[in-house]
């Protein structure tokens, strides 16, 4: 399977625990991007990667929120002392370049803060 | 929070019905792409616009790039039950590098 895969794909997790996601993008492609999506709602931006430079971060991605990608090939997503408004899919796409024809997702990793 | 306006929210149609939904935004974009997502998945990209009044199909799906560049529209004819699923626009603007926004998506659900 060349495609994007994250692990894992659900995760429950206490209110105050410290959770982290791996996303390992297509092989050949050097960007990698990070979104939010909760219940009834699109996609929304937080972060993306150029090779191992983070070059953008939302507003949405506080600082509990911290994102890696060490060697320009997998990144993990961490959220420290999560909090119940975390509960949401997160989702990582790669694209090759610019992502001028549209990035490819992967399956995304669901988290449920109880 | 979202910047595109995307509807209907929902759609319920007999199978062999033509669908369409659009996506309406306050600023110009310069790319728009519309995705497919499924149940549990991330989403799958369906037609790439680049050009003010391009138009491009993919199978059974046609999409437009608006005239003015701050609007989108997806047309499905002859619709299947596996076209079931949940409809995003997405746009690009030339400030925003590669960071995309996404409209709220439209509910389809297909009788057959």
């Known amino acids: 399977d060349t495609g994007v895969s994250q692990d894992p794909r659900h995760k429950i997790t206490k209110r105050g625990q410290n959770v982290t996601f791996r996303c390992d993008p297509i092989?050949?492609?050097?960007?990698l991007y990070w979104y939010r999506q909760t219940l009834g709602q699109g996609p929304e931006f937080l972060t993306y990667?150029?090779?191992?430079?983070?070059?953008?971060k939302s507003r949405l991605l506080s600082d509990r929120f911290s994102a890696e990608r060490p060697k320009g090939s997998f990144s993990t997503l961490e959220i420290q002392r999560t909090e119940q408004g975390d509960s949401a899919m997160y989702l990582c796409?790669?694209?090759?370049?610019?992502?001028?024809?549209?990035?490819?997702f992967g399956s995304g990793t669901r988290l449920t803060v109880v | 929070g979202q910047q595109l306006n995307q509807s209907p929210q929902s759609m319920f149609i007999q199978e062999g019905e033509d669908v369409s939904m659009n996506c309406t935004s306050s600023?110009?974009?310069?790319?728009w792409l519309w995705y497919k997502q499924d149940p549990g998945e991330g989403p799958v990209l369906l037609i790439a616009?680049?050009?003010?009044?391009e138009l491009t199909s993919n199978g059974r799906l046609t999409a437009q790039f608006g005239i003015t560049r701050k609007d989108s529209f997806l047309n499905i004819s002859a619709s299947i039950p596996s076209d079931v699923g949940i409809y995003f626009c997405?746009?690009?603007?030339?400030?925003?590098?590669?960071?995309?926004?996404f409209g709220e998506g439209t509910q389809l659900t297909v009788n057959p």
């Open positions: 796409a790669s694209s090759l370049g610019t992502g001028r024809y549209g990035y490819t």
């Open positions: 092989s050949e492609h050097n960007r």
């Open positions: 990667f150029q090779n191992e430079a983070q070059l953008e």
């Open positions: 600023s110009i974009f310069n790319t």
């Open positions: 616009l680049y050009k003010a009044g």
């Open positions: 997405a746009g690009r603007r030339e400030t925003s590098g590669s960071r995309l926004t």
